[in-house]
């Protein structure tokens, strides 16, 4: 378990002191006004700092989405994964051949079938479709963020490629 201190900062907000793995100390202030500062520790001198940069709120939780992995996706890639345990959250490009393209996620009943999770759809023209309903048009070069097993996940692709 990561060791994360956090220290009331009366007037100013609070603080956020972490020690990695390797050794490394960082800290992040959180302003009551929204800004965000992260300062980094000299590992040869523990009281030595130096702030690396100032965020506001939209540019903290922005970066705070890169960071965690929620916001790039490699074009190299077709998918990424993370794995929670047996949860896996995969972002899966459909491509132009698939026999799903132009059905409904109601008409391939996805959960009943794979007991999968359709998060959200990216569309081509990257308009953003959060938790789809039934209704919903699946359509080439979409990119779908799914939640399931490795197990489901493999059999909703091969719903979606028509292998089934």
């Known amino acids: 378990m990561l060791d994360i201190r956090e220290t009331d900062l009366p007037g100013i907000g ?5 020690e990695t ?9 959180l302003h009551d ?23 506001d709120d939209e540019e903290s939780r922005q970066l705070a989405g890169i960071i965690g992995g929620m916001s790039y ?3 190299a890639l077709e998918n990424i994964e993370m794995a929670l345990e047996d949860l896996i959250i995969e972002w899966y490009k459909i491509p132009p051949h698939a026999k799903c393209n ?6 391939l009943k996805v959960r009943q079938r794979t007991g ?19 209704d919903h048009v699946l359509v080439s070069d979409a990119t779908m963020i799914i939640a399931g097993s490795r197990k489901q996940i493999n059999h909703l692709k091969q719903i979606l490629s028509g292998q089934e």
């Open 116 to 134: 999968t999770t359709i998060i959200a759809v990216i569309e081509k023209n990257q308009r953003k479709i959060i938790n789809p309903g039934p």
């Open 14 to 18: 609070r603080k956020f002191q972490l």
């Open 21 to 29: 793995r390797s050794g490394e100390k960082a800290v992040v202030i």
């Open 102 to 107: 132009g059905i409904t996620i109601g008409e």
């Open 73 to 75: 996706r490699p074009k």
């Open 33 to 55: 006004d929204g800004r965000r500062e992260v300062y980094q520790f000299e590992p040869d001198d523990p009281d030595e700092s130096k702030c690396i940069v100032t965020l």
